[in-house]
C-alpha cells in the first residue's frame, strides 16, 4: 500500500511540476535560435499558417475518418484515433523542426494557435466520433484558462525568454545552439519514457496489450503527412514550410489525448491509443521530415529551404 501511495505521489510530481518543466526548458532553447523577424515573416506571409490550421481542424479529422471508419478495430480504439488527431500539435513538433533546421517561428506558432482552436474543434470532433462509431453522444468541456496559461508557460513565454537572451547575449546563443540540438531532444525523449512506465490506473491491460495498433498508429501518420506536404507543394508553400507544416500534422500532444480520454471519458482504450501515437510517432515523424528535407534539397525547392 506505501508503494502504491509513493508511485501516485510520484506521477502527480511529474505531470504538475516536472513534465511542464520540462517543455519549458525545451522551448527556452529553441527560443535562443529565434529571432524578432523570424515571427514577423509568419505575419507577413500568413498562407503558410493558415494552411496549416486548416490541415490539422478539416483535413485531419477527415483522412482519420475516412481511413478507420472501415476498419473492423474497436469501436473505442476508433474513437481514440479521433481523439489524439483531434489534439494539437506539442512540443515535440517544435524540436523535430528545430532538429531540422525547419521553419521554427511557423511550428512554434502552429502549435500555439492550434492549442487554443482545438478548444471548439475537439470537443466537436470526440463528439462526432463517438456518436459514428458508438452511437452515443457526450459532451466534453475543456478548461479554457488553464489551456491559455498552459500555453503562456510552456510555449510563449520560455520562447520569448529565449529569443530576450539571444538579443542581448548573442555569443552565449550562438554557442549553445550546437549543443541543444542534442539536449533538447534527450529531454523530449526522457519525457516520453516517463510518460509511459508512470501511465498506469490500474487496468489489468498493459502498454503491450496495445501494441497491435502501433502499424496504425504509423500508417495514420505517414499519410496525414504525406497528404499535407503535398497540399503544401501544390501551394507552393517554400521547402521549409512543406515539411514543418507535415511535421505539424503529424505528430500530436499524447498528453492532451490521455487526460481527455482518462479524465474526461473515463476510458483507458481510448488513452492507450494517444501513449501508443506519441511513443512510436516521434521517431516516424523524424524521418519524414529527414527524408522531405533531403527532397526539397534535391528538387526544385533548394532554394528556398535556406
Request: aromatic content about 16%.
Amino acid at each position: 500500500m506505501r508503494f502504491l501511495i509513493n508511485f501516485v505521489e510520484m506521477q502527480s510530481f511529474f505531470s504538475t511540476y516536472l513534465l511542464p518543466l520540462s517543455l519549458s526548458i525545451i522551448m527556452m532553447g529553441m527560443g535562443l535560435s529565434l529571432e524578432k523577424g523570424d515571427f514577423r515573416n509568419i505575419l507577413r506571409y500568413p498562407k503558410p499558417v493558415v494552411t496549416g490550421i486548416i490541415s490539422q481542424v478539416f483535413i485531419l479529422p477527415l483522412v482519420t475518418f475516412l481511413l478507420f471508419g472501415f476498419t473492423n478495430l474497436n469501436p473505442y480504439i476508433k474513437v481514440g484515433f479521433i481523439l489524439i488527431t483531434a489534439c494539437a500539435g506539442g512540443s515535440a513538433t517544435n524540436v523535430i523542426t528545430h532538429m531540422l533546421k525547419g521553419n521554427l517561428a511557423l511550428s512554434i506558432s502552429l502549435t500555439a494557435i492550434n492549442s487554443l482552436i482545438i478548444l471548439v474543434s475537439l470537443p466537436f470532433m470526440v463528439k462526432l466520433g463517438l456518436e459514428i462509431f458508438l452511437g452515443e453522444g457526450k459532451t466534453i468541456h475543456l478548461n479554457v484558462f488553464n489551456t491559455i496559461l498552459n500555453i503562456l508557460l510552456t510555449i510563449i513565454i520560455p520562447t520569448f525568454l529565449g529569443m530576450f537572451i539571444r538579443q542581448y547575449f548573442f555569443r552565449f546563443a550562438i554557442k549553445a545552439q550546437k549543443p541543444l540540438r542534442i539536449i533538447l531532444p534527450l529531454i523530449l525523449f526522457s519525457v516520453f519514457i516517463v510518460m509511459i512506465f508512470f501511465d498506469d490506473n490500474g487496468s489489468e491491460n498493459g502498454f503491450y496489450d496495445f501494441l497491435y495498433i502501433a502499424p496504425w498508429a504509423l500508417l495514420l501518420n505517414f499519410v496525414s503527412m504525406l497528404i499535407v506536404y503535398f497540399i503544401s507543394k501544390y501551394l507552393r508553400l517554400g521547402g521549409k514550410n512543406n515539411f514543418t507544416i507535415s511535421i505539424e500534422v503529424g505528430l500530436k500532444n499524447s498528453i492532451v489525448g490521455i487526460y481527455v480520454a482518462e479524465s474526461l471519458l473515463n476510458n483507458y482504450e481510448m488513452a492507450m491509443v494517444s501513449v501508443v501515437y506519441g511513443s512510436f510517432t516521434f521517431f516516424s515523424t523524424l524521418l519524414f521530415g529527414y527524408l522531405a528535407k533531403r527532397i526539397e534539397l534535391w528538387g526544385f525547392g533548394y532554394r528556398k529551404l535556406f
